[in-house]
C-alpha cells in the first residue's frame, strides 16, 4: 500500500519462487524475501521495500498395499508410491503373525497378520511421512503321517489312531461307505481311538491350512479273520 501512484516492479530478492508481474509461483520449501520498488511520481521520492515468509515443506502421500494373502516361508517384495525422493525403510509394527524384514523383502515365520510400516525420510521439499497396511500370511499345512497300533488287529479288535502335523486344523476320518470322522478336531501326537476293525479300513488325516488349501495322509488297518 502506497500514497503514491508511481509504478511498482515486483523481484525476487531470495529464496525458491519465482514472480511474473504481481504473481508469485513458489517453487520449493524454505525462506523467501521478495522486494517491491515503486518509481517516483509527481511529489512522491522512488521507494522500496522487502517483505519475507516462510514456505512449509510439504508432507508426501504414500500409497502402501494393500497386498493379497501370503505364506508362511514364502518371501514378498513390498514399495510404495511417494512423490517424495526420501529413503524408505520398512518394519513390523504389529499383527499376530511373525515376520524378518531385510531391505524390502518381507519373509513371514508365522501365521496371522502383519501390520507393516513404511517410514521415509525427509527429503528436499518433502517432509518425513509414514504409512501401514496389513497382510494376512496363511500356514502351510503338513501331514506327516498317520499310524495305527497295533499293527496286526484280529477281527474286531481295538485300533488307535495317530496323527503327526502341523499349520493347520486336521480331522481323522474313514473313506469309502459309512464314511465318518474319529475326531474332527485332532492334536499332533494324540492317540484317537477307531471302531472295532471288522475289515480292511483306511483312515485319512486331512490338515487345512489357514488360507484353506489342505493336504491328506492315510492310514489303512486290516483285521484278521476269527
Do not use: H
Not at 141 to 147: E, K, Q, R, Y
Not at 157 to 166: A, I, N, Q, R, T
Not at 206 to 214: A, I, K, L, R, W
Amino acid at each position: 500500500t502506497s500514497a503514491s501512484s508511481g509504478a511498482v516492479t515486483y523481484s525476487v530478492v531470495s529464496g525458491p519462487a519465482t514472480i511474473a508481474g504481481s504473481t508469485v509461483t513458489i517453487t520449493g520449501a524454505g525462506t523467501v524475501e521478495l522486494s517491491a520498488s515503486q518509481a517516483a511520481n509527481g511529489n512522491y521520492a522512488a521507494a522500496t521495500t522487502t517483505t519475507t515468509f516462510t514456505v512449509a515443506a510439504e508432507v508426501p502421500t504414500l500409497t502402501f498395499g494393500p497386498y493379497a494373502a501370503q505364506t508362511v516361508g514364502t518371501p514378498f517384495t513390498v514399495s510404495v508410491i511417494s512423490a517424495s525422493t526420501g529413503t524408505v525403510t520398512y518394519t513390523v509394527t504389529g499383527g499376530t503373525g511373525t515376520a524378518t524384514i531385510a531391505g524390502s523383502t518381507v519373509s513371514p515365520t508365522a501365521a496371522g497378520t502383519l501390520v507393516l510400516t513404511a517410514s521415509q525420510a525427509a527429503n528436499g521439499n518433502y517432509t518425513a511421512a509414514t504409512a501401514t497396511t496389513t497382510v494376512t500370511v496363511n500356514s502351510v499345512p503338513v501331514a506327516t503321517s498317520l499310524t495305527g497300533s497295533p499293527t496286526t488287529l484280529l477281527y474286531g479288535g481295538s485300533l488307535s489312531l495317530v496323527p503327526v502335523f502341523s499349520g493347520g486344523t486336521a480331522v481323522i476320518g474313514t473313506a469309502g461307505v459309512g464314511s465318518s470322522n474319529i475326531t474332527a478336531s485332532a492334536v499332533t501326537g494324540t492317540s484317537y481311538p477307531a471302531p472295532p476293525v471288522t475289515a480292511a479300513t483306511t483312515y485319512t488325516l486331512t490338515v487345512t491350512g489357514t488360507g484353506g488349501n489342505s493336504v491328506s495322509t492315510t492310514y489303512t488297518a486290516r483285521s484278521e479273520e476269527r
